[in-house]
């Protein structure tokens, strides 16, 4: 038979502190095992208690964390929404800038239209016949060339067409406004409507540049 001493407190050889000390360290999944635990709560009725009593709270704690909410797809939601109208707020930026781009290579087009047509049709200061044939070819180059920034601006998907033709012409007025200046043939104020075409290259380009970002997805209609 086995007997139990409750002033001594211990049962087989095992005190009741050992075994509550074994009993927690198996709740709490630690690979040791004493020896006579189980003989132990067979015949102490106290530890028994106290390891029912512990199993318990034990699974009540555990199962109060364990019910964690699965937070992935609303993290992943809240990320997508985010790239999403970080997206549209460049979109949005995007066509501002490619609005102001078409509308200021358009205005500059209008502008070189209004100084070549009267040059086109008077020849206005000119008074040789060959100076008069040289102006109204440059005027009709010129119409040509405002003709086909206008287009530019309009349809901006084909500003970048036009880029190489801007570049060279605005060199080659650069070039030849610095040779015509160090000789004495014009004076500044007389080349400073070459920077016109100087402006007209850089618009171009940009205009060029922020079409060419534009997805299909992104990019504004265009009217």
Known sequence: MRNYFPVGDDFDGMSCANVRVALSARLDGEPAEVPGVDDHLLGCPACV??????????????????????????????????????????????????????????????VQLLLAIPALLTAAGVTTVDAVHTSREMASFDI???????????????????????????????????????????GWVDEAGHMVALLQAILLWSLGRVDETSTPATRPVTT
Request: proline share 3%.
């Open 49 to 110: 208690r106290w390891s029912e009593g512990v199993e318990a709270v034990t699974a009540s704690v555990r199962a109060r964390y364990d019910v964690t909410p699965d937070l992935t797809a609303r993290v992943l939601a809240a990320a997508a929404e985010e790239d999403r109208l970080a997206a549209a707020r460049r979109s949005v930026a995007q066509a501002g800038r490619r609005r102001m781009l078409r509308w200021a290579v358009g205005v500059a087009a209008v």
């Open 144 to 186: 040509a060339v405002a003709v086909g920034f206008l287009l530019a601006a309009v349809r901006p998907e084909r500003a970048r067409a036009f880029v190489p033709v801007a570049v060279v012409l605005s060199i080659c007025l650069g070039m030849t406004s610095l040779m015509d200046i160090s000789t004495g043939l014009t």
